[in-house]
């Protein structure tokens, strides 16, 4: 159960409520899949692309593969940031392999046959969330390539492709709170970031306590909030590829 302060936010929300997401396909008319996911003022443009193969080490093994590749943007945030040039950082490497983890978590690598997806998520602007948003939008294009398979011939039936969701909780002077925007993250007591299924189990919880530790009742109560934001991001992640198929 999510009991939650009743008060307002810095941008109105209450404690318990997403920013406005939305989710616009088709910017990259060449990708097999492709969707701009924004939540607030965060935007992640998402695009899967099929290649054709696997990696050397899964070559015979009858399966596919899907991993992804994460980049900021240099002006996603207010003050501008050199690009990753080279050997990307700690950070990136860390959100990226997230990213593709949680989605082989949740598809069937052997519906796809010898196939890879690689799904490049950019963040075109960044206020909190980035790899959550990632996650989410990654969902949808990597869902768009899995049709783009079949309809190619390459297979003969989809890939099973279980719902999949990822949003940001944490507490903030006191309070916990869905979705937090960068001037809550910054000053949060508690971060958490929570990779979920459509049936509500978890692919991974990414909780730190940025000074003093944290409760088990509080991560319950984040782990619901969580929970109750999920179901609206599965609900919108549904419409979005059903608008894709007509």
Do not use: H
């Amino acid at each position: 159960m999510v009991t939650v302060d009743a008060s307002a936010r810095i941008d109105g929300r209450s404690p318990s409520e997403l920013r406005p997401v939305s989710m616009e396909l088709g910017l990259q008319e060449f990708a097999e899949g492709s969707v701009m996911v924004s939540f607030g003022r965060t935007r992640v443009l998402c695009a899967a692309s099929v290649q054709e193969g696997v990696p050397r080490w899964m070559k015979g093994s009858g399966q596919g593969w899907v991993t992804a590749e994460y980049a900021m943007l240099p002006r996603a945030t207010d003050e501008r940031n050199e690009r990753e040039r080279g050997r990307i950082g700690g950070r990136t490497q860390e959100i990226q392999r997230l990213i593709g983890r949680s989605l082989r978590s949740v598809v069937d690598l052997k519906g796809m046959g010898e196939q890879s997806i690689v799904v490049d998520c950019d963040v075109i602007q960044a206020d909190g969330g980035t790899r959550t948003a990632a996650i989410t939008g990654a969902w949808v294009a990597l869902s768009l390539a899995l049709d783009e398979l079949v309809r190619r011939g390459l297979t003969k039936t989809r890939a099973a492709l279980d719902p999949l969701s990822a949003i940001s909780v944490g507490v903030v002077d006191g309070v916990s709170m869905l979705d937090l925007c960068y001037a809550e993250d910054s000053r949060a007591e508690v971060d958490m970031n929570v990779v979920m299924t459509g049936d509500g189990r978890f692919v991974e919880l990414q909780g730190t306590a940025e000074g003093v530790p944290f409760s088990r009742g509080q991560m319950d109560e984040l782990v619901d909030l969580a929970l109750l934001g999920g179901k609206e991001l599965f609900a919108l992640q549904e419409r979005t590829v059903q608008a894709a198929a007509r």
